[in-house]
């Protein structure tokens, strides 16, 4: 949900849709000020209605993990997750009232640490219940990578609202295997020489670059940012590669006794 809502949030922006509702906030501008008027105002509207569902969900998901005690870094994540989410909140209603650039660039910075958040909790559950997948996860970021490369902003394709929303789509899905990997390989490592950590040193740096090119991708604009953008890609991808290559040569099975380091 938190990723759908973010994908919303970018088409919504790229159509022209984030100062409708009369630039009115938490109002829109149709029946009573609570419903929309025109379809502008309904994406929106409706990405509002989303994102409240999301707080909703982050929050009594939250409270759940505590109420059951399931491991200490998914309550954690999910904690930083809740306690962050009211900065969106705020900085939601900035970009209707205010709709700047630093505001909306703090605005998805903040979701995407709430998604980093959410994403740790999910990967941190999955460790806890002992099904990892960390071959999975990579070989989903090798398919990402270089749908990012061909859909990079004004590289290649027309980058409009729709080729925005499937980057973003791309992006973060592409972001979250990284994160998982980078989790799940610190999770079953011995030493740090070892396969999973050779596996963490490649993975880590490169969900980095990728969320990094994702916050930077909608401020994309002129030749020199084009190209800095592209060339992030390129290393993106080249990590992601390495990453491939890694888990191909084999992975040690855990040794026994091996822990999550968030239980």
Not at 38 to 58: D, K, P, Q
């Amino acid at each position: 949900m938190t990723g759908v809502l973010m994908v919303l949030g970018v088409y919504t922006a790229a159509a022209g849709a984030g100062l409708t509702c009369a630039g009115r906030w938490p109002f829109c501008d149709g029946f009573l000020g609570l419903f929309p008027a025109n379809w502008g105002s309904f994406l929106e509207w409706f990405h509002r209605l989303v994102a409240m569902l999301t707080g909703f969900l982050i929050l009594g998901t939250t409270v759940q993990a505590w109420r059951e005690g399931v491991a200490k870094g998914v309550r954690y994540a999910l904690v930083v997750a809740t306690v962050v989410l009211p900065f969106q909140i705020v900085l939601g209603a900035l970009t209707v009232t205010e709709y700047e650039w630093v505001i909306l660039t703090a605005h998805y910075v903040v979701a995407t640490s709430i998604f980093t958040a959410v994403v740790a909790a999910a990967a941190w559950g999955l460790v806890d219940r002992g099904i990892p997948r960390i071959a999975d996860a990579v070989r989903l970021a090798l398919v990402g990578a270089p749908v990012m490369l061909v859909l990079a902003p004004h590289a290649f394709v027309s980058f409009g609202p729709t080729t925005q929303a499937v980057y973003y789509v791309v992006g973060l899905t592409t972001y979250a295997a990284l994160v998982a990997v980078t989790l799940w390989a610190n999770a079953a490592h011995g030493l740090r020489a070892d396969a999973y950590g050779r596996l963490r040193f490649v993975t880590a740096p490169a969900s980095v670059v990728v969320v990094a090119l994702l916050i930077a991708g909608r401020q994309v604009y002129g030749p020199v940012l084009e190209l800095a953008h592209l060339g992030g890609t390129v290393l993106a991808l080249v990590l992601v590669v390495g990453a491939a290559v890694l888990v191909r040569g084999g992975l040690p099975v855990p040794q026994a006794g091996a822990t999550n380091d968030a239980d």
